[in-house]
């Protein structure tokens, strides 16, 4: 049973820059969303989801590229579920990392209110961050390090 795919044209430098383009505007939209839900100030949410993305954006590149040249030596060719939830926790991981103590001076917060933001937004991240993998891959087509050889 085929559960990846095929490779396209969208390969390289150019799926890399549609992929994190697309992924960031949808999570700028979200996360401003989620700051205001929470009670946060509309202009201080929206600096941070910018600020964020921006952050996100450098880890998405370098983690994204690291993941692949990873995944390229790898016998098991395809991306399993396993390897999707493998990839949403390592991007994610590093990414809070990173902007719980950004988050924490931002609004003025202890780490520990930071944290608990952060985890909000990562449960909606993880399974963002599936789903968008998953429905880039199916609308644009595996990257060449997950086809077989």
Do not use: C
């Not at 990846?4 to 969208?10: E, V, Y």
């Not at 396993?82 to 609004?107: D, K, N, S, T, Y």
């Not at 599936?130 to 891959?137: M, R, V």
């Amino acid at each position: 049973m085929k559960t990846s795919p095929p490779a396209t044209g969208l390969q390289g430098p150019v799926r890399r820059f549609v992929f994190v383009t697309l992924y960031e505007l949808i999570a700028i939209a979200v996360s401003s969303l989620l700051f205001m839900a929470i009670g946060l100030e509309a202009g201080a949410s929206g600096v941070m989801a910018v600020v964020a993305s921006a952050v996100a954006i450098a880890w998405n590149v370098t983690f994204n590229h690291l993941f692949e040249r990873w995944e390229a030596r790898q016998a098991t060719k395809g991306r399993s579920v396993l390897r999707r939830v493998v990839h949403a926790i390592g991007f994610e991981g590093g990414l809070a990392l990173v902007l719980i103590p950004l988050m924490a001076w931002w609004f003025d917060v202890g780490l520990w209110q930071a944290t608990l933001m952060e985890a909000g937004l990562l449960l909606f991240f993880l399974v963002y961050t599936y789903a968008f993998n998953w429905a880039f891959d199916h609308i644009f087509g595996l990257p060449a390090s997950a086809q077989p050889a």
